[in-house]
């Protein structure tokens, strides 16, 4: 599935965030995949993801405009590996 910047996602809730000094570490206890969330910038940002109408939403009221490519590409990963869903 594309990330569609205009539809809500959200954090599945089978997935655990630890806090780590990098950023977090994801586990998702379904698929059992461990993915590296390397700024704490992006930690917040997926787990505020829910509580927005849509992705382009929650981008636009937590990342500068300059990084919002970026963000966007690693949201899009995100949903790849299962991290995130569609709302």
Known sequence: MALDLDRRYELDPQVAIRPEA???????YG???LTFLKA???VELVRELGGHGSAREALERRV????RRA????L???L???LIRAA
Do not use: M
């Open 22 to 28: 990098f950023g977090a570490l994801a586990y998702h």
């Open 31 to 33: 698929n059992r995949r």
């Open 40 to 42: 704490r910038s992006l």
């Open 64 to 67: 500068p405009p300059e990084q």
């Open 71 to 74: 963000y966007a590409d690693a």
């Open 76 to 78: 899009a990963t995100l």
């Open 80 to 82: 790849d590996s299962g």
